[in-house]
């Protein structure tokens, strides 16, 4: 019990400023307009920033070898999972817009916002080294896979790479030949860089608390696709990553828990925005983010104590 409390203490103080983000929208000091410049400044400076510096380490051989072996199973997990979602919801049959936003939804998690930030917490810099190898897997099939489910339903438009080839991306890949070629950033640049990546984790989890402010929470009680998808997300797919990862025994224990924990984040916050411009049913996934989001308060606390002092070794 002592342990499960240590580690609620570690993770749960990440929920501090979810609550003042929920605190401040009530109270109208944030405003969706607002949420919108904080997403835009995340996504263009601070995220890339903390993408650069966790990554800009002194890293052996093996971390190298740890990050690739993340970025490896992240594709085949994000997929798993896809396909799981596939058959999960093939008995439901749901319309085929609601049914797309089930994958979704469902698929890909907020492996950014919320999977840097709990990495920091339990592993430090180099453990933001390996959700960025994480991220950048998931987030190229977020913007090719996710993209195209909610495009299906419309004239089809062809693929922008710029979606793909984002400024995070593009910072993952600088962080990455950075570690390869061993070459560590002069402090008249790495220091200011630190600087504004460290503000990521409190401006990310104040936009996750602004946007559960917004949302109907009672809308969500009556809802059994909802329910569906908190399952899948947070309790079923971690499993998926943990049966995958007692199948490699071999590799590092820390970075076998970080793939169990990025796979049970919530659902991408990111998602009903993408919904919006692409006319998903943005109904369905912001309820979806929100109920997951709500859900994990709870669950990455437990996912977390259960990880490092009950399951693996």
Request: glycine letters at 8%; charged letters at 10%; one cysteine or more.
């Amino acid at each position: 019990m002592t342990q499960l409390l240590a580690v609620g203490a570690q993770v749960g103080a990440l929920f501090f400023y979810v609550f003042l983000g929920f605190l401040g929208r009530r109270r109208k000091i944030l405003t969706a307009q607002g949420d919108q410049v904080i997403s835009d400044i995340i996504f263009y400076f601070t995220m890339p920033a903390l993408t650069v510096t966790s990554m800009n380490l002194k890293v052996s051989g093996q971390e190298l070898t740890n990050a690739f072996l993340v970025l490896a199973a992240a594709v085949v997990l994000v997929l798993g999972s896809y396909a799981l979602c596939v058959l999960a919801v093939s008995r439901l049959r749901l319309p085929l817009k609601t049914n797309y936003a089930f994958r979704f939804t469902t698929a890909f998690g907020n492996v950014a916002y919320l999977g840097f930030p709990v990495a920091y917490i339990l592993w430090g810099q180099l453990g933001v080294f390996y959700a960025a190898m994480y991220a950048l897997g998931h987030n190229v099939l977020f913007w090719t896979l996710g993209v195209w489910l909610m495009q299906d339903h419309q004239e089809p438009k062809g693929l922008d790479w710029r979606q793909i080839l984002n400024i995070n991306v593009l910072a993952i890949i600088l962080g990455l030949v950075l570690a390869l070629c061993h070459f560590q950033l002069p402090p008249l640049i790495s220091r200011p860089l630190d600087g504004l990546g460290q503000a990521t984790i409190p401006l990310a989890l104040l936009l996750v608390g602004s946007m559960l402010a917004e949302s109907p929470i009672r809308t969500l009680a009556g809802n059994k696709i909802v329910y569906l998808i908190v399952a899948i997300r947070l309790i079923i797919l971690p499993l998926l990553a943990l049966g995958a990862m007692f199948l490699v025994p071999g590799w590092d224990k820390n970075v076998r828990l970080l793939v169990i924990m990025e796979m049970a984040m919530p659902a991408a916050a990111i998602a009903p925005a993408v919904a919006r411009k692409y006319d998903g049913d943005y109904n369905l996934i912001s309820e979806g983010v929100v109920a997951t989001t709500l859900v994990s308060l709870l669950t990455i606390p437990l996912w977390a104590w259960l990880l490092n002092y009950h399951i693996l070794t």
